[in-house]
């Protein structure tokens, strides 16, 4: 019997999860991850106000590989045909995927990560006035989950952008400004900024001058693409000015037979989304099984990336606000699509969890 192909998968997120999970009966797959867990990146902000969900919404990558490995630890380089992690292994593959997404600073345990989100609700709860910092996506959904389950906090919003949620287009950004300022009683404060440097309270100031007492700040500002651990590899010369990765058509990095991209860090020219990093690991999982089946140029699959940008952002765990390709929508509606249960089952069951 020939021998197994062995496939490294650098990075448990989203697209590497379901690479990994996807691959496993068919070759020899080892995970590269910091972190012991997977984690449905949807539910984050429900944790924070609800962190008993913590215990469906990270999964140990245990829980869900069977046979692939697990190196737990960060990768440090590509050299050659191996993958070096900061724990010194050196792991060779005949096929290498990148999933690095986002650069991730914290814990590395699933029992760390549940105790985070209960001191972050704790936070909360001894609160009167609870200050976030950043309108994008993440900052957006916090204060929604704040103002939906503790109505007697006030909360302040600043981003420095123009407008909240720029990510989308201006009707969400109009209509999520309305629903936390009149409906919520939010005070948001756009073009303005906080440094982030030695960021205590009670008392804050703006870049403009404003002050804010609060007496607990959540920063959710957006993250750096994690691509930094390649700078010292050969692979180094195909990251682009934004930092990520040069992918063909086949989701390959350019001029590379056998290494991939998937996800955030793939420079497919669209929005930076999880179920995108979901369909890309379908294309990357397929193409793996053709060459691995015909080694000589098999015919591979394309990945077409999305050409109008879809989004549904959570508003609170009833409420939420879409953006589809004719209309844009805020309320129970697309709350139903997202906000209950935000993807948790959906995550879980692509990973033949329960
Ligand atoms: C609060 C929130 C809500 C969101 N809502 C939606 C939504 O509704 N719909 C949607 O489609 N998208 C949503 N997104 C975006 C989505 O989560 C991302 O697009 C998606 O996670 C990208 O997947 P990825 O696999 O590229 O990277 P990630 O999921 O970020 O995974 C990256 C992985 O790489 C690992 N890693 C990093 N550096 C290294 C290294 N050096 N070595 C080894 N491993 C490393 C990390 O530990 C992590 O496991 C949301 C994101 C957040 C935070």
């Known amino acids: 019997m020939a021998e197994r192909k062995r496939v490294v998968v650098v990075g448990g997120g989203v697209g590497g999860s379901l690479v990994a999970k996807n691959l496993e009966s068919h070759a020899d797959v080892t995970l590269i991850d910091p972190k012991e867990y997977y984690e449905v990146p949807y539910a984050q902000m429900r944790c924070i106000v609800e962190p008993s969900m913590a215990e469906r919404s990270v999964l140990k990558h245990s829980e869900y590989l069977k046979t692939a490995h697990i190196v737990q630890s960060a990768a440090e380089s590509v050299s050659g045909s191996e993958v070096v992690t900061e724990s010194g292994e050196r792991v060779p593959f005949d096929f ?3 999933t ?20 972050d609700k704790e936070k909360i709860v001894a609160a009167d006035h609870v200050l976030v910092i950043g309108g994008g996506p993440v900052g957006v959904e916090l204060v929604g989950e704040i103002v939906v389950d503790f109505p007697d906090k006030k909360v302040t919003l600043v981003h420095s952008g123009k407008r909240l949620l720029e990510f989308l287009g201006t009707k969400v950004s109009d209509k999520t400004l309305k629903w936390l300022q009149s409906k919520k009683n939010v005070e948001v404060i756009l073009n303005d900024r906080i440094a982030l440097e030695g960021l205590t309270g009670p008392e804050y100031v703006t870049k403009n001058g404003t002050h804010i007492k609060a007496d607990a700040h ?37 001029g590379q037979s056998n290494i991939f991209a998937v996800g955030d860090i793939a420079n497919t020219k669209e929005i930076k989304q999880g179920y995108l990093a979901g369909k890309q690991a379908d294309v990357v999982v397929d193409n793996i099984k053709r060459l691995i089946k015909n080694s000589k140029a098999p015919k591979l699959a394309e990945y077409k990336p999305l ?46 969890v329960k």
């Open 96 to 98: 290498l995927v990148i």
């Open 100 to 119: 690095t997404g986002t650069t991730y600073s914290g814990p590395s345990t699933k029992a760390e990560r549940v105790k985070l989100y209960e001191a």
């Open 218 to 254: 959540f920063v959710c500002i957006g993250k750096r693409v994690g691509s930094s651990w390649l700078q010292s590899s050969d692979l180094s010369q195909l990251i682009d000015e934004e930092g990520r990765l040069k992918v063909d058509a086949n989701m390959r990095l350019e």
């Open 307 to 352: 050409t109008s940008p879809l989004g549904l952002v959570s508003l609170g765990r009833y409420e939420g606000v879409a953006q589809f390709p004719i209309v844009t929508l805020i309320g129970r509606l697309p709350g139903m699509l997202k906000s209950g249960d935000l993807f948790v089952g959906k995550a879980r069951g692509s990973l033949g």
